[in-house]
């Protein structure tokens, strides 16, 4: 490394949706300083979606347990830092903990929120008591000097690369050319988030029914794949165009996949911010989260919410115990979304 080079450094919030939707700060950093790298430190789960960011010079993993404060830990770390050189520092995650490494770094000039009284940790601090933002702006607007107006934001950009494509591909079993479409089944949040698998399940059926040779895949975390499993149980005849990849995929690989997908139909989640950054036509399933908050940005997007009296509740799990959010939303109107767009890419 360079030691004359001053870099920039951003640390990472801990929710792979977030990391997504932090993409544009990163363009707006590049348009500023297009010559100065930008390191990225961030939790091992989230790492592979700055991978895929093409501004980020290099990705560092965290080795702090989530959660734990660590403080001998995180000094020793903040004392490697100090050696590459860093000029200014981008503090996402709200935390005290997040702060305090980019202070013990000795990094001059540290941005981020006000978050949990970070005064003096963070010296250029910015204040949310605006009216609540989208997540692309909240995190765009620390780019700019804190008092300055506040600018519509581009849009996240992933991207992956032609040989990680094949690969997947190969993964999913795919033949070449053959019609691909991604269901993300599961929500890290929890179960309030889930369509329910049945409706998955009926989707995919009059997804067979009109494309007899497609190719459906489900993507998540290892603590999706009975989610998808039971998608397989509920797909009855259309199950042998099915193939469970929650938890058989790294998430490098399944931004691959996600990259080649002809549509990706998924519950408000990271696959869901992942697929819309690579621009892929997405239909995005809302029950107790708000769809305005954080919307899906692709060309070609679809957002499905029944927007109910009682949302968005934001619960992991229905306080009202019915969960109608998810379950009154019926696979023909998530089919009359999709549909179009595959007829689109016909
Ligand atoms: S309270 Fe309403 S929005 Fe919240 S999970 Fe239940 S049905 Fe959905």
């Not at 094949?166 to 999913?172: C, F, I, K, S």
């Not at 989640?269 to 690579?278: R, Y």
């Not at 009296?309 to 009359?336: F, I, Y």
Request: with cysteine.
């Amino acid at each position: 490394m360079n030691d004359a080079v001053v870099r920039t450094l951003v640390i990472s919030p801990n929710w792979i949706g977030d990391a997504v939707m932090a993409q544009p700060l990163l363009q707006r950093l590049k348009l500023r300083a297009p010559g100065r790298p930008i390191d990225v430190l961030a939790p091992p789960s989230v790492a592979p979606v700055w991978r895929a960011m093409a501004e980020v010079d290099q990705v560092l993993e965290t080795p702090f347990r989530h959660g734990a404060l660590q403080l001998k830990q995180r000094w020793q770390y903040a004392r490697l830092l100090r050696q590459r050189g860093y000029g200014d520092a981008y503090v996402l995650p709200n935390t005290l903990k997040y702060a305090l490494i980019p202070w013990l770094a000795g990094i001059a000039r540290r941005v981020g929120y006000k978050g949990e009284a970070r005064h003096g940790l963070i010296n250029v601090m910015h204040r949310d008591d605006t009216p609540p933002r989208p997540m692309v702006a909240f995190y765009a607007a620390l780019a700019a000097d804190p008092r300055a107006p506040l600018q519509a934001a581009p849009r996240p950009r992933l991207q992956a690369s032609a040989g990680a494509m094949l690969a997947a591909a190969d993964q999913a079993a795919l033949a070449p050319g053959q019609v691909l479409v991604v269901f993300a089944p599961g929500a890290e949040f929890g179960g309030a988030k889930r369509w329910p698998a049945a409706h998955f399940g009926a989707l995919a059926q009059a997804l067979v029914a009109a494309h007899p040779a497609i190719r459906i895949a489900m993507l998540g975390s290892p603590k999706d794949q009975a989610a998808g499993a039971e998608v397989l149980d509920a797909a009855g005849a259309a199950r042998a165009s099915l193939i469970n990849l929650a938890g058989a995929t790294s998430l490098d690989e399944a931004i691959a996949l996600l990259a080649r997908a002809d549509a990706v139909v998924a519950n408000d989640s990271g696959l869901l911010h992942i697929a819309s950054a690579l621009n892929r036509p997405v239909v995005a399933l809302y029950g107790p989260t708000d769809p305005d908050h954080a919307p899906p940005l692709a060309d070609v997007a679809a957002t499905v919410s029944l927007r109910l009296a009682c949302a968005p509740c934001r619960q992991r799990e229905c306080p009202l115990g019915h969960h109608d959010c998810m379950q009154q939303m019926t696979s023909e109107r998530v089919w009359s979304a999709l549909r179009p767009m595959l007829l689109r890419q016909a």
